[in-house]
């Protein structure tokens, strides 16, 4: 009862914002589009996109400036949820929060390092994101260089992680980014056991280890097969946080002579007994497909709990992994067929 008093009009309120994710047909749809014009004339119908779109020229939106706001549609839902929540949920959101504010530094990052654009969020965007984080966007988006981005980060937790990066070698876009991601999801994992009790912290451990064993996995194959990076290497890309894969079971992938000993220690770990597609070269495939799985099943398994929010935050994330690609298949006159393969989980 207390699941549904606490959850019950959030509940709702998701369920209304679900029906409105894109369709499979709209991605047929948008994937047929002549040009990139055309398809932002066809998401100007949908309401969550044509809230970020209106007023927008289709045919002067430059790609980096499409794609901020496409993005931004999460953000908007987001900010729809936060303030729709309880104190405590807050509380619980803002434990995801970082996620975003990673993604606004690694886009400064990207911008640095491919010498892009300094056009920033829009003022719309920076305005909510100022309510909840300490990081001034506007300086952010403006820095043109790794110290000036540190300037701007001053004083936030963020500062703190890429600086260290500072007293080594030189450090790539890659580093950056990792570095990020391994702060989050450590973090993450160690804030929920202070957040969270009973079943919900039951269900974020079943979501977010999954997720950091995956991406552990990936990272490994994707190391020892495309980089032939060293044992040391691949160590220092591990998030140091385990669910179902064992330590030792890491130390053996990270340090395997051959690809062939590679799959078969894959083989040997949970995922590989479970689900008997696991190879290193699906892995990729199989994050995402796993994910879905997973957050469908706390989703109905949990229907009044905080498994209705992060299960449609990963909707909507999927989503606009989704949308990027069709629109930049677009851009590139891809034929349909071929864009809609990029999509399929």
Known sequence: MGGVMSYGALATKIRAMKSRLLKEADFQSLAQME??????????????????????????????EL??????????????????????????????????????IKRALRRIFNRGDRTGESRELRSYFQKLSDIPMEEVSQ???????????????????????????????????????????????????????????????????????????????????YYQMPATSIFALVIPVTYRLRDEEIRAMATASDEKELEELLGQTYYGRHFQEVTAGELEKLYRQLLDRIYGEERRRNPYSLA??????????????????????????????????YIKT
């Open 67 to 104: 794609e901020r706001l496409v993005v931004g549609t999460l953000y908007y839902d987001f900010s729809k949820l936060y303030r729709f929540c309880d104190k405590r949920q807050k509380r619980l959101l803002e434990l995801y929060f970082s996620k975003f504010e990673i993604s606004i």
């Open 143 to 225: 820095a043109a260089t790794i110290p000036s981005l540190l300037e701007a980060l001053g004083g936030t937790r963020y500062q703190k992680v890429l600086l260290k990066l500072e007293t080594g070698k030189e450090a790539t876009l890659f580093d950056y980014e990792m570095a990020l991601d391994l702060y989050y999801f450590s973090e993450l994992w160690k804030q929920k056991d202070k957040i969270l009790r009973g079943a919900e912290l039951e269900m974020l451990t079943r979501t977010f280890g999954s997720q950091i064993d995956l991406l552990n996995l990936t990272w490994i194959c994707r190391a020892k097969k």
């Open 35 to 64: 040009n990139v014009s055309q398809a932002i004339a066809y998401l100007m119908r949908i309401p969550s996109y044509r809230a970020v779109l209106e007023g927008q020229d289709e045919t002067r939106l430059r790609p980096r």
């Open 308 to 341: 209705v929010v992060t299960a449609y935050l990963h909707d909507k994330e999927e989503e606009i992994d989704k949308l990027t690609t069709v629109l930049e298949g677009v851009r590139y006159g891809l034929e349909p067929q071929e864009t809609l393969e």
